[in-house]
């Protein structure tokens, strides 16, 4: 039992089940774990599923990982759970795993809204399934490194999230092309994240190290043909600093098409945004 929690519950009468939803939501308590619940209730463990079990069934509390529980607000009962980005944090902390809000979903967070994701992607420091909490599909990809990654915390309603930064979230989506619904949609958000506000070079060409080279290429390519960002020189300079083979512009396509001799990857297919 968290501080708040404690103090909540310590100034407080007994806690009847049917009360427990509005309880935690006077309070500004945003989850609890099965434990909390038993105690908070005075209960054993084993019957907490029962006594919640009408307020599952009427959408006032929600279980977006087993042992722990979110109430939901009155606004977002007819979703059937709160909005992705309220849940993230203590679904990510319950289950002791590092994250951060990713491609698409950082990329509308950055203001790239083109294309509104169907998904919420997020990376992780281990391997977590897929799930949909009410109206929100979660889509989890392993990430090394993500303790190392450039991040923001965005300030939520139930607290705070961690999102990619610009730099990392350009790389993110011309590493994975697949993820973001391929290279005519990863150029239009990197014409959409550069034109919200100007990219920090140093700062990309810092977070680039833990990137495949691929990942530079493509992206020097599409922000030089695409986009008017200054310094781009620096990242050039970071790619010709490693020794590897010509890349590919689209693994999606034929690896056949010319070579693009400043940044040494095969364009084996025209581009197309349509921002």
Same mark, same amino acid.
């Given at each position: 039992m968290?501080n708040q929690l404690e103090?909540?519950?310590?100034n407080s /009468?007994r806690?009847?089940? *049917?009360?427990?939803?509005?309880?935690?939501?006077?309070?500004g308590?945003?989850?609890?774990t099965?434990?909390?619940l038993?105690?908070l209730l005075?209960?054993?463990?084993?019957h %907490?599923p029962?006594?919640?079990?009408?307020?599952?069934?009427?959408? $006032?509390?929600?279980?977006?990982a087993?042992g722990?529980?979110?109430?939901v607000s #009155?606004?977002y009962m007819?979703?059937?759970?709160?909005p992705?980005? $309220?849940?993230?944090?203590a679904?990510?902390?319950y289950?002791?795993?590092a994250?951060y809000?990713?491609?698409?979903s950082?990329?509308?967070?950055h /203001?790239a809204?083109?294309n509104?994701p169907? %998904?919420f992607?997020?990376?992780?420091s281990k391997?977590?399934?897929d799930?949909?909490v009410?109206r929100?599909? !979660? &889509?989890f990809? !392993?990430?090394? &490194?993500?303790?190392q990654? #450039?991040l923001?915390?965005?300030?939520t309603?139930? /607290?705070?999230v961690f999102v990619?930064?610009?730099?990392t979230?350009?790389? +993110?989506?011309?590493?994975?092309i @697949?993820?973001? @619904?391929?290279i005519?949609?990863?150029?239009?958000?990197?014409?959409?994240?550069?034109d919200? *506000?100007?990219?920090?070079? +140093?700062?990309?060409?810092?977070?680039?190290e =833990?990137?495949p =080279?691929?990942?530079l290429?493509?992206? /020097? !390519?599409l =922000?030089?043909?695409?986009?008017?960002?200054?310094?781009?020189?620096? =990242?050039k300079?970071?790619? $010709?600093?490693?020794?590897?083979?010509?890349?590919?512009?689209d693994?999606?396509? *034929?690896?056949?098409g010319?070579?693009?001799t400043?940044?040494k990857?095969?364009?084996?297919? $025209?581009?197309f945004? +349509? %921002?």
């Amino acid at each position: 039992m968290n501080n708040q929690l404690e103090y909540a519950f310590i100034n407080s /009468g007994r806690i009847k089940a *049917s009360e427990i939803v509005n309880w935690l939501l006077s309070h500004g308590i945003s989850s609890v774990t099965t434990d909390d619940l038993a105690t908070l209730l005075s209960i054993p463990k084993n019957h %907490v599923p029962q006594r919640m079990a009408a307020h599952k069934r009427r959408n $006032e509390i929600i279980t977006p990982a087993q042992g722990l529980w979110i109430p939901v607000s #009155p606004e977002y009962m007819t979703w059937g759970a709160p909005p992705a980005i $309220e849940i993230i944090n203590a679904m990510m902390n319950y289950l002791k795993t590092a994250y951060y809000i990713g491609w698409l979903s950082a990329a509308e967070l950055h /203001g790239a809204s083109h294309n509104a994701p169907q %998904v919420f992607q997020v990376a992780v420091s281990k391997a977590i399934r897929d799930r949909a909490v009410g109206r929100s599909r !979660f &889509h989890f990809f !392993f990430r090394e &490194h993500i303790k190392q990654m #450039p991040l923001i915390q965005i300030e939520t309603k139930s /607290g705070m999230v961690f999102v990619s930064s610009k730099e990392t979230t350009l790389l +993110d989506i011309n590493n994975d092309i @697949g993820i973001v @619904g391929g290279i005519d949609n990863a150029a239009n958000l990197v014409i959409e994240l550069c034109d919200v *506000s100007g990219t920090d070079m +140093d700062a990309l060409v810092k977070v680039s190290e =833990l990137y495949p =080279l691929t990942a530079l290429r493509r992206l /020097g !390519f599409l =922000l030089e043909k695409f986009t008017k960002t200054p310094g781009l020189y620096k =990242l050039k300079e970071a790619c $010709e600093k490693r020794n590897a083979s010509t890349s590919i512009l689209d693994p999606q396509w *034929s690896p056949v098409g010319y070579l693009d001799t400043n940044w040494k990857i095969k364009v084996n297919r $025209e581009v197309f945004p +349509d %921002v």
